[in-house]
């Protein structure tokens, strides 16, 4: 590997001339600009791209993992939320209060 990056002319006149065509693009008709391959500077371009799919789907399946778990604990709180009223119908006031007697004369 060398010691520093050197682009060559060619390959600058070639990556202006791109841009200036999907600028141009862009501004005339709203087309998205070409996709170009380029080859990776150390040659691991294929697995580094493997490896961002990889990420992409398993953000993904966070995602909905995350969404299902939300929903489940929606409908936990909701049934507690529930039965919670329930309790407190059926055993009315001062249920968990003790009560005060009376001192015997």
């Given amino acids: 590997m060398r010691d520093r ?13 791109l841009l200036a065509h999907a600028a141009k693009a862009v501004i ?7 996709h170009i391959e ?4 150390n040659g ?3 697995r580094a791209r493997w490896f961002l799919e990889g990420v992409s789907t398993a953000s993904a399946a966070l995602s ?12 936990i709180m909701q049934t507690s939320t529930e039965l919670d009223a329930m309790l407190a119908a059926e055993l009315g ?3 968990a209060v003790p009560q005060v007697r009376q001192p015997k004369p």
């Fill in 28 to 34: 005339d008709g709203g087309i998205s600009p070409p």
């Fill in 93 to 95: 006031d001062g249920y």
């Fill in 44 to 46: 691991i371009g294929e």
């Fill in 38 to 41: 380029l080859p990776s500077v």
């Fill in 64 to 75: 909905d993992a995350a969404a299902s778990a939300a929903r489940a604990v929606a409908g």
């Fill in 5 to 17: 990056l050197e682009i060559d002319d060619p390959s600058l006149l070639l990556a202006g001339s």
